[in-house]
């Protein structure tokens, strides 16, 4: 059972357009939800995280909107430009388990 | 700081063989986590060591074992290799401050083939 389900798998977008990735879950004791950004030969790095007592977090181009009744949370990215172009991964985590799950990535492409 | 460092970098072994990865945690760093990412997908949580114990697992067998060293380092050993062993290897390093979520940070991973 997948505890996190991503979409889209893959993503194209024009330079200085909005980027949009979408994450559901399943379980409601999840309370951390970050989001990953991973370059080929790498391993994921923390880009943005949000806890579900706010409905949006933004972080320069970055932002993170939450929807606990919907269990859904989205990675916006403004003015999208070609280094932006990674596999993102959304993850949700419970309280103090360190324990994160993962959805399946987006892979984004950024046309200059 | 050399972040999360993690050898080797790529691995091919024979089905029934075993193999073991290794982690050097970021500087500071005293839990370290592995997750298996296969091909196309996110990371699957494997294990995670503290204080040299295994604190937490995820669904995986007996097969992945692990260990953690008195300087942090950690191992991961998987027995029995199986073709579907064959993915990246991720080692995650944070620092417990017993705060509800600790940052992790990731190693570049190890990229296990299985024939």
Same mark, same amino acid.
């Given at each position: ?7 889209p798998q893959s ?102 | ?34 997750? %298996? ?6 990371? %699957?949580?494997?294990?995670? +060591? ?21 300087? +942090? ?15 990246? +290897? ?13 940052e992790q940070f ?10």
């Open positions: 059972q997948q505890q996190v389900k991503q979409s993503l194209i977008v024009q330079k200085g357009g909005i980027s949009i990735i979408n994450c559901a879950y399943e379980n409601t004791a999840f309370d951390y939800f970050p989001w990953y950004q991973q370059f080929p030969g790498k391993g994921p790095a923390l880009l943005i995280a949000i806890r579900p007592d706010v409905s949006e977090k933004k972080e320069g181009r970055f932002t993170i909107s939450f929807n606990k009744s919907a269990k859904q949370f989205s990675l916006h990215i403004m003015d999208s430009q070609p280094g932006d172009s990674a596999t993102y991964f959304c993850a949700a985590s419970l309280r103090n388990f360190n324990k994160f799950y993962f959805g399946s990535g987006t892979k984004l492409n950024v046309k200059p | 700081d050399a972040g999360v460092t993690q050898s080797p970098t790529h691995l091919i072994k024979t089905r029934g063989q075993q193999v073991t990865l290794r982690c050097s945690p970021k500087s500071g760093h005293d839990t370290v986590s592995w997750y %298996q990412q296969a091909l196309g997908q996110g990371p %699957q949580f494997i294990f995670q +060591y503290y204080e040299e114990e295994e604190r937490q697992r995820g669904n995986f067998p007996d097969r992945f074992s692990g260990h953690q060293y008195p300087n +942090y380092s950690s191992e991961l050993n998987v027995n029995a290799l199986l073709l579907g062993d064959s993915a990246l +290897y991720l080692c995650a390093s944070s620092r417990d401050r017993g705060q509800l979520y600790n990731f190693g570049p991973g190890t990229r296990l083939t299985v024939l």
